[in-house]
T-cell receptor, first 112, second 111 residues
Framework: EPEVTQTPSHQVTQMGQEVILRCVPISNHLYFYWYRQILGQKVEFLVSFYNNEISEKSEIFDDQFSVERPDGSNFTLKIRSTKLEDSAMYFC??????????FGQGTRLTVV | GESVGLHLPTLSVQEGDNSIINCAYSNSASDYFIWYKQESGKGPQFIIDIRSNMDKRQGQRVTVLLNKTVKHLSLQIAATQPGDSAVYFCAENNGNEKLTFGTGTRLTIIP
C-alpha cells in the first residue's frame, strides 16, 4: 500500500537554527500539505501546495516558513530560525483530488 | 469563521460496547467530511468519509452520520475493541482542498 514517508522521525535543534523537514508524498498525488500538532492539541493546517506553488497558507505559516518540491518527489518544510514554540509534531499529507488526505508518521521537532 | 469542534474531549467505553463520537462544524459550505484515528506517536489514519449528498455511510464496524440541518457529524464504532483506543478527529473540506480538523476526542476502551 502506498504511503507518505517523513524524515527524520525526531529532530532536536537549538533555538535560532534552521531545520528542514522532509516528506515523500504518494507518487501520483497532486496536492501536498504540511500540518502541525502541538502536544495534546488538534492538528493545525500550515500550508497547501499544488502545481509547484503554495495554494493556501495559514497565519502560522509566516516568513520563517517555506516549502519546496525540489526534485518532483520530495516535499520539504523549512523553518529558517526556529523558536521554542515551533516544537511540535509536523505531519506531511498528500491527496490525489477530492478524497481523503494520507498522512505520514510525522516528525517530532524539539527546539531547545 | 470556519471551525470544527467536538462535543466531548474524552470518552470511555466498555470493551464490546458501541461508542459514538460527535462533531459539530460551522461552515455550511463544507461538502466533504472525514474521520481520522490517531494513535499515540503516529499520524492521523483515515477511517471513513462522507460527502454532503449522503447522510449515512457504513464501513467495517464504523458508521458515519451527517446531519446537514444542524451541521453535525458522528462516528459510531460497533463492538469496540482495545485497539480502538485512540484520539478521533473529524475533518471538513469546503472545496478548497484544505482539511480543517476538529479538536479531537480521546476514546478509551475499558477491558
Amino acid at each position: 500500500e502506498p504511503e507518505v514517508t517523513q524524515t527524520p522521525s525526531h529532530q532536536v535543534t537549538q533555538m535560532g537554527q534552521e531545520v528542514i523537514l522532509r516528506c515523500v508524498p504518494i507518487s501520483n498525488h497532486l496536492y501536498f500539505y504540511w500540518y502541525r500538532q502541538i502536544l495534546g492539541q488538534k492538528v493545525e493546517f500550515l500550508v497547501s501546495f499544488y502545481n509547484n506553488e503554495i495554494s493556501e497558507k495559514s497565519e502560522i505559516f509566516d516568513d520563517q516558513f517555506s516549502v519546496e518540491r525540489p526534485d518532483g518527489s520530495n516535499f520539504t518544510l523549512k523553518i529558517r530560525s526556529t523558536k521554542l514554540e515551533d516544537s511540535a509534531m509536523y505531519f506531511c499529507a498528500s491527496i490525489a483530488g477530492r478524497t481523503e488526505a494520507f498522512f505520514g508518521q510525522g516528525t517530532r521537532l524539539t527546539v531547545v | 469563521g470556519e471551525s470544527v469542534g467536538l462535543h466531548l474531549p474524552t470518552l470511555s467505553v466498555q470493551e464490546g460496547d458501541n461508542s459514538i463520537i460527535n462533531c459539530a462544524y460551522s461552515n455550511s459550505a463544507s461538502d466533504y467530511f472525514i474521520w481520522y484515528k490517531q494513535e499515540s506517536g503516529k499520524g492521523p489514519q483515515f477511517i471513513i468519509d462522507i460527502r454532503s449528498n449522503m447522510d449515512k455511510r457504513q464501513g467495517q464496524r464504523v458508521t458515519v452520520l451527517l446531519n446537514k440541518t444542524v451541521k453535525h457529524l458522528s462516528l459510531q464504532i460497533a463492538a469496540t475493541q482495545p485497539g480502538d483506543s485512540a484520539v478521533y478527529f473529524c475533518a471538513e473540506n469546503n472545496g478548497n482542498e484544505k482539511l480543517t480538523f476538529g479538536t479531537g476526542t480521546r476514546l478509551t476502551i475499558i477491558p
